[in-house]
């Protein structure tokens, strides 16, 4: 099976950050070896991870676990925004276990395995990631206008 979710995703977050260097890994859907992956990214200095896959019901999706394992604190709005932006297109998506939280300055973002559903994603949290990756490396600014993003 061809991971189209990946590079589809780091396309868009291209676009957003077009500055940032993206790497990636594809692991198994082993909890011990996504842990170590998480870890070795945030020992790296990265400042953002977007886990892909793993975060359904199955008994085998289990990067949400992994990612609680690893995180300082969960930063659950941007969960719920991708839940909630998305179930209008798609009722599955309130079945996402995803979940986003910080390991020091390090975020990280559990996206669903689909193409499609990792895109809708990205997009439904994409004009947070600027800000929200600022904040996390210890700037204070905020928006002027709130309630509007930049």
């Known amino acids: 099976m061809t991971d189209t979710a990946g590079p589809a995703i780091a396309a868009q977050l291209a676009a957003v950050l077009p500055q940032a260097e993206i790497?990636?890994?594809?692991?198994?859907?082993?909890?011990?070896?996504?842990v170590a992956a998480l870890i070795d990214l945030c020992a790296m200095d990265a400042s953002l991870?977007?886990?892909?896959?793993?975060?359904?019901l199955s008994p085998r999706d289990?990067?949400?676990?992994?990612?609680?394992?690893?995180?300082?604190?969960?930063?659950?709005?941007?969960a719920e925004a991708m839940r909630a932006?998305?179930?209008?297109i798609n009722?599955?998506?309130?079945?996402?276990?995803g979940i986003a939280g910080l390991k020091g300055s390090t975020l990280i973002v559990n996206l669903p395995g689909s193409e499609r559903?990792?895109?809708?994603?990205?997009?439904?949290?994409?004009p947070?990631?600027?800000?929200?990756?600022?904040v996390?490396?210890?700037?204070?600014?905020?928006?002027?206008?709130q309630g509007v993003l930049p």
């Open 62 to 78: 289990r990067t949400p676990e992994a990612t609680r394992r690893v995180i300082d604190r969960e930063a659950p709005g941007l």
């Open 85 to 88: 932006t998305t179930a209008s």
């Open 91 to 97: 009722p599955y998506a309130w079945l996402s276990r």
């Open 117 to 126: 559903g990792a895109t809708e994603c990205f997009i439904a949290i994409a």
């Open 23 to 34: 790497a990636s890994r594809l692991l198994p859907d082993e909890e011990e070896q996504i």
């Open 136 to 145: 996390a490396g210890g700037g204070s600014d905020h928006p002027k206008d």
């Open 128 to 134: 947070l990631i600027r800000h929200g990756l600022e």
């Open 49 to 56: 991870i977007l886990t892909i896959g793993g975060t359904g």
